[in-house]
């Protein structure tokens, strides 16, 4: 058996251009998680999620650009990873309306950064929705939305987003209890916050943000920006000569961060011999040009060819859809959004089993009674065989030829007992149902969501 994979995944609002600071805390450890053989990862760039905060067009379109080759720069694997722009998967503003329909208004109430805008209005004697957009207050229902459609193991976040994932899995809960049978639906993602991961100082020393404007620029400019920057950092006024407390200064910090401890070492015992802030700061630029120099050429490249982000980020999407596509159709028919020609009986659930005695007699009255079938035959070789209709009479699975047609209907009722629904694609995009170690049949992807309906009501 293989070990399942951990699923991790996180979303970069598409509001500015990323700094220093978000390299070292985010993106870096990001890509650096993604290389590990359990990690199956997913990054995306929350661009709905940008719409919330800034109704400029230009600056969301150029974000989307900047971050996405940012982060290709920076040495994300793109192959190995699924990296998309949220606004490329329909399915998930889709599912953010299903789950807005079982999340509590109370719930949403509480969050934070909707509370801070209401107290910020209430303490200026303005009106408390003053300026609060609907996208603002279901924030976090998108955010649900996000993670959940792709039933992430690990969120990786900030300490601000801690309360969001909360919320991600109370509405996947809610959600799993209505509608998800007796095995659920959505995976209850974990939180995941980094305490080894670098929080850099900015130039003033408190965290570097674009809102407190004291960033050091990670791309734009060139080395001399980069340069530029670190020769603002605030010191202390210790003359040439006279020795430096390293712990403690925001520009030993920085170092820390892009240096290896044999490096950090050297530059501290400097520090407390006396070196000049001045040659400190030329030291510190060499190690951050020595890491973010090679990328900002690859940098360069992609901005100036935009086609190859566009195309990267369309394969992404590409990629994740086909993770999501059958999903949603298993969600649209767990809420009863179905085809007219499904049972209308409320115990048909795609995930629940029919509940026997129940269902049926609803079913008879409405002149229905029509249910998926198995049909066993054999082939030209003389092979058993079995076929799966679904409701609509459409041939929904045909097995592997057997020998022996006990083995092949042991085979089938063996699957009919186990969780079809999240076995992977192959790189064909059939997904081969085994049970007791045998592949039973391979079925199209999309045709999961149908063949588990069907087989649960054989
Ligand atoms: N709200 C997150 C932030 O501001 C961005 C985000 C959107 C996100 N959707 C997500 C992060 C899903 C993790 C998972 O940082």
Not at 140 to 162: E, K, S, T, W
Not at 374 to 387: E, K, N, W
Not at 446 to 453: A, E, I, K, R, Y
């Amino acid at each position: 058996m293989t070990t399942q994979k951990v699923r991790v995944l996180t979303g970069i609002t598409t509001s500015g251009t990323p700094h220093l600071g978000n390299y070292a805390g985010a993106i870096r450890p990001a890509i650096e998680a993604s290389t590990h053989a359990e990690v199956d990862a997913f990054f995306f760039l929350a661009d709905y999620h940008a719409l919330v905060k800034c109704d400029d067009p230009a600056r969301v379109a150029r974000s989307r650009v900047e971050i996405a080759a940012t982060w290709i720069a920076a040495g994300l694997d793109t192959e190995r990873v699924t990296f998309y722009r949220q606004s490329d998967i329909p399915e998930i503003p889709e599912l953010c309306w299903m789950l807005t329909c079982v999340a509590a208004k109370g719930l949403m109430n509480r969050a934070h950064a909707y509370k801070a805008s209401v107290d910020a209005n209430v303490a200026r004697g303005l009106d408390p929705d003053d300026g609060i957009n609907m996208g603002l207050f279901s924030y976090p229902i998108l955010m649900a939305a996000d993670i959940l459609i792709f039933n992430a193991h690990r969120v990786p976040v900030g300490r601000d987003q801690i309360q969001h994932l909360e919320m991600a899995r109370d509405i996947a809960q809610r959600f799993n209890h209505l509608y998800g049978g007796e095995e659920g639906l959505f995976t209850l993602p974990e939180v995941q916050i980094d305490e080894s991961v670098a929080t850099l100082p900015g130039l003033d020393g408190r965290k570097m943000s674009k809102s407190y404007d004291n960033t050091i620029p990670l791309f734009e400019g060139g080395r001399q920006a980069l340069e530029k920057a670190v020769a603002q950092i605030v010191t202390d006024s210790r003359e040439p000569g006279e020795p430096k407390q390293a712990e403690g200064s925001h520009l030993f910090t920085l170092f820390q961060a892009f240096a290896s401890p044999t490096q950090i070492a050297h530059f501290r015992a400097e520090l407390e011999a006396g070196l000049a802030w001045g040659d400190a700061k030329a030291m510190l630029a060499d190690r951050i040009e020595a890491q973010i120099g090679p990328m900002r050429a690859r940098y360069a490249e992609l901005m100036a060819h935009p086609k190859q982000i566009e195309d990267i980020l369309q394969a992404g999407a590409g990629k994740a859809r086909a993770q999501v596509l059958p999903f949603m159709k298993r969600l649209r028919a767990a809420v009863g959004l179905r085809s007219a020609t499904v049972s209308i009986s409320p115990d048909h659930g795609v995930h629940g089993k029919a509940v026997p005695g129940h269902g049926a007699p609803k079913e008879a009255a409405a002149g229905k009674g029509r249910r998926p079938r198995l049909v066993s035959f054999r082939d030209a070789d003389g092979r058993f065989r079995q076929r799966l209709f679904g409701v609509d009479g459409r041939e929904l699975m045909l097995t592997e030829a057997f020998d022996d047609p006990k083995a092949l209907h042991a085979g089938v009722q063996a699957l009919i007992q186990q969780d079809l629904a999240t076995l992977p694609a192959d790189a064909d995009g059939r997904v081969s149902l085994v049970a007791d170690g045998q592949c039973l049949a391979r079925v199209d992807q999309d045709d999961l969501p149908d063949v588990c309906t069907a087989l649960a009501q054989i």
